[in-house]
């Protein structure tokens, strides 16, 4: 059976892996695995390219949850994803932290029959208008996802992993490729919000 995480899940990270990479050039891979290391849990447990745990998300009950908190290696809230209430849409709202009080941004389900590739998209909400900054096409269900800037840039990319020789691993294990163009942990908040609309 192919190893889905290299090294033992000791959290060897305490900072997140946004600060570790500062000034990088080039793109960093995670291994995502949509699974909680706690028992009887649902969630993700993330890997860097070196096996070492960056992020998790554990969450206790099954189903849809209206709060996600994405967490560090060492169990630190980095951001809270929230479902929006009383919306028509499916919206979604990510906080910093595990508050919220300071809304980062907003992602929406697109459903419109003009534009099928659209998945979602993420906008940040300033005093009188909202900008679109992200726009999510593909398929979060055959793990085949682009995240685009709003310069239309490849800014993140879900895909498949295959394991040694070329063996594809189940839908569970998959690539998250971040570009320097954006924030780690706001590509992985990204991932949490497109499971819990397309699961």
């Known amino acids: 059976m192919a190893k889905v995480y290299p090294n033992a899940v000791v959290p060897h990270i305490l900072q997140p892996l946004s600060s570790t990479l500062s000034g990088a050039c080039n793109p960093i891979v995670l291994t995502v695995w949509k699974k909680s290391l706690l028992f009887n849990c649902h969630g993700f447990t993330v890997f860097d390219s070196n096996g070492n745990l960056v992020y998790r998300v554990d969450n206790y009950a099954a189903g849809t949850k ?39 941004f907003t ?25 679109v900054i992200y726009e999510i ?27 040694v020789g070329g063996v594809r691993l189940g839908g569970d294990v998959f690539r998250l490729t971040v570009q320097p163009e954006i924030d780690p942990t706001v590509a992985m908040a990204l991932v949490v919000v497109l499971n819990q609309m397309f699961q």
């Open 66 to 104: 209206a709060e996600i908190v994405l967490m560090d290696a060492a169990g630190r809230s980095l951001l809270t994803v929230r479902r929006k209430r009383l919306s028509l849409l499916d919206n979604w709202q990510v906080y910093d932290g595990d508050t919220a009080v300071n809304r980062r």
């Open 107 to 131: 992602v929406t389900k697109h459903v419109t029959l003009l534009n099928k590739k659209s998945l979602a998209h993420v906008s940040i909400t300033g005093s009188k208008m909202k900008k």
């Open 137 to 163: 096409e593909g398929s979060y269900t055959q793990r085949s996802c682009v995240v685009y800037d709003d310069k239309r840039r490849r800014v993140a990319e879900i895909k498949r992993k295959e394991a």
